[in-house]
Structures are given as structure tokens and as C-alpha cells.
């Protein structure tokens, strides 16, 4: 087991996740924290998972948007065939990841195959997936499936690491050893069995029930909140004379409001009540603007730091590039309405 220090240390400036700290992930189930136990996972509660994830990102931010991403692509152990499930997770080292974009087809062949042809971007953890997943639109003769509604067919599939060619073309400033990479697929054949539906479900669980969106929300939110922990500890580094001591605490108390949020979603479902649009719409707007915040003070705090926060070997430079760059995430932009360029 490594600890916080050790991990940072090998992640340091380096351009993917170590063999060393992939080994601690899969010693540690990290990449299973929603897994169900019976498929040889965590099975962590909501709030549970939560905490773990803001600890990753709080150690180092590549490692705990992996961490997020891919645990959160093998939630979908749930969605899938219960024996498919099984097959795949019994292996200490499963590891699901891709694209949420739909960028490519899927040509029906006949009653249980599919194949897929396309391009997916900003796939997290590429260097280390066992499974891609990606959305593609589903054809057969080459023309679009459309539902009773009139809206065409998508539909989510598996895809062996072996049958993707990755692209790394991750050039941004942060988040460098993430290995957000694209990937391509060329005329792989697909039984049905490795497909799946995000709202349909083969396992009966609380988890299953939480609305994607909620889900999305809050799994990022801890990241952002964690990174800003770290944040916080290298700036003290740098200039201790001046008190974050407001800053930190202010973190602390939106990391329980969040736990909170998770555990009251818990118990909603735990009574078999739904969670309202207005309830979701609220946690959102919530998220909105504690992005916006954090980014406002981590910014300011950044400013004062002076030349040294500038040195891009520093660890507050790489935290600071980190979460600006896991900022541009597009899940808690504001509007454009809402934007206001005065000064």
C-alpha cells in the first residue's frame, strides 16, 4: 500500500500513471468502489464512495480523475448481463473507461451482433483500460434505427482493449498523467451481450436507482473540492505567513454538504420515493456556483503566491494546471447568459 507522499511522488510532472501506483489501484479496489460485492467489488454506499474519491483527488488530481472516471465507467458492471458481469470483474485488474460523446455506428448484422466503426474522444485511463465502452448510433443497411418517438437509436457497448487502437493526444496544460486519450474502432463484430442500456439494470440496489445526473454532479464535485485541498497545502508551502485557515474550512464544510446531499438521496430512494427535477436541478445549480467559487479563490490565492508558483516543476503549479484543466469539464459550465465579462 503506498501512501499519499509516495503516490504524489511518482506522479510528480510524469506523463501517465505509474506501473507502482496501478498496482496500489488494483491492491486496493479502488477502480471497484460501486462495483457490487457479489461481482468481487467494493459495493460501497454513496456517501462512501464519495469520501474515497475526494481522498484520491486530494493526493493527486490525474489520479483521482482516473480514479473517478473509470470507477464510475465500472459502475456499469450493474448494467450489464449478470454472467457477463461475472466474467468480467472476477479479474482483480477490470478496468472499463472511454467516451460519453456518441461517435461512431453500430451495424446491426443480425438478432445479436453489432459492428462498430468510429472515433471517440477524451477517454480517461486509456493507457490502462481492459474494456473501452462508447455510445454509437445504431444502423442496419447502412441507415439509421429510429424509436417510436422518432429519435434515433443509441445504445452503449463493450469493446476489449485488443479491438481499440488509442490515439495519445492528450496535450493539455493539466491532469497529464490522466491519460485522456482518444481511441478508434474499425469493423470490430460485437455480440449484443456486450451491450447495454445506462437505465436498465440486472442487479437490485439503492445505487442503481440514483439519477445519472445526480451521480455526475457529485463524483465530480469532490474532485474539484479534494484538488483544492491540495491546492491549499502546497500554497502553505510556499507563503505560510498568510492564513488559509477560512479557505480550508470552507472546503471541509462543502465536502459534508456534499456527503449530506449523498446520504439524503440514500434514504429517498431507500423509501421508494423519486428524486424531483427540482430536487436535481437544485444540487446542480449548487455545483454550478461552488465551481465557480473554488475557481475564483483558487485563482486569487494563486496571484499571491508570487514567482515561485510560476516554476512549472513546483507541485502548486501542477495542482493549480490540474484543476483548471479538470474545470473546463463542461458538466458545470455556466450559460452564456449568465456570464458577465464587465470589469
Not at 444502423?139 to 469493446?159: A, V
Not at 437505465?199 to 436507482?209: A, G
Not at 502546497?234 to 477560512?246: C, N
Not at 508558483?309 to 493549480?320: G, K, L, M, P
Request: charged fraction near 20%; include cysteine; proline fraction near 3%.
Amino acid at each position: 500500500m503506498l501512501s499519499t507522499k509516495e503516490i504524489r511522488r511518482e506522479l510528480h510532472g510524469a506523463p501517465v500513471i505509474s506501473d507502482k501506483v496501478m498496482q496500489h489501484i488494483h491492491e486496493e479496489k479502488l477502480l471497484k468502489i460501486w462495483v457490487p460485492k457479489k461481482y468481487g467489488g467494493l459495493g460501497y454506499r454513496f456517501e462512501e464512495g464519495l469520501n474515497t474519491l475526494f481522498s484520491c483527488a486530494e493526493t493527486d488530481g490525474s489520479f483521482g480523475w482516473m480514479l473517478t472516471l473509470c470507477a464510475g465507467a465500472n459502475y456499469f458492471s450493474r448494467n450489464i448481463k449478470p454472467e457477463i458481469a461475472q466474467l468480467l470483474f472476477t479479474h482483480s485488474e477490470t478496468c472499463f473507461g472511454g467516451s460519453g460523446m456518441v461517435g461512431g455506428t453500430a451495424e446491426k448484422i443480425d438478432n445479436s451482433h453489432y459492428l462498430i466503426n468510429g472515433s471517440w474522444n477524451f477517454a480517461t485511463g486509456a493507457p490502462h483500460l481492459t474494456h473501452f465502452t462508447l455510445n454509437a448510433k445504431i444502423t442496419e443497411n447502412g441507415k439509421p434505427l429510429m424509436d417510436g418517438h422518432g429519435n434515433g437509436i443509441i445504445r452503449s457497448f463493450i469493446i476489449s482493449k485488443e479491438h481499440a487502437e488509442v490515439i495519445p493526444n492528450w496535450k493539455s496544460m493539466g491532469m497529464e498523467a490522466s491519460g485522456t486519450y482518444s481511441f478508434t474502432v474499425e469493423n470490430v463484430l460485437v455480440n449484443e451481450d456486450y451491450s447495454f442500456v445506462y437505465d436498465t439494470f440486472f442487479t437490485n440496489d439503492i445505487l442503481d436507482t440514483i439519477p445519472f445526473r445526480i451521480f455526475a454532479d457529485l463524483t465530480l464535485l469532490v474532485n474539484y473540492l479534494g484538488m483544492a485541498s491540495h491546492f491549499i497545502e502546497e500554497a502553505e508551502y510556499i507563503r505560510p505567513e498568510i492564513h488559509f485557515k477560512s479557505f480550508t474550512e470552507s472546503v471541509e464544510k462543502h465536502l459534508e454538504k456534499v456527503l449530506q446531499i449523498a446520504g439524503e438521496i440514500e434514504n429517498i430512494l431507500g423509501d421508494h420515493k423519486d428524486i424531483s427535477e427540482g430536487y436535481q436541478n437544485e444540487i446542480h445549480q449548487y455545483g454550478v456556483e461552488l465551481v465557480q467559487r473554488l475557481s475564483h479563490q483558487i485563482l486569487t490565492i494563486y496571484t499571491q503566491l508570487g514567482i515561485r508558483a510560476t516554476d512549472i516543476n513546483s507541485e502548486v503549479y501542477q495542482v493549480f494546471c490540474d484543476y483548471f484543466t479538470a474545470a473546463m469539464h463542461s458538466n458545470f459550465r455556466p450559460s452564456a447568459d449568465d456570464l458577465d465579462f464587465s470589469f
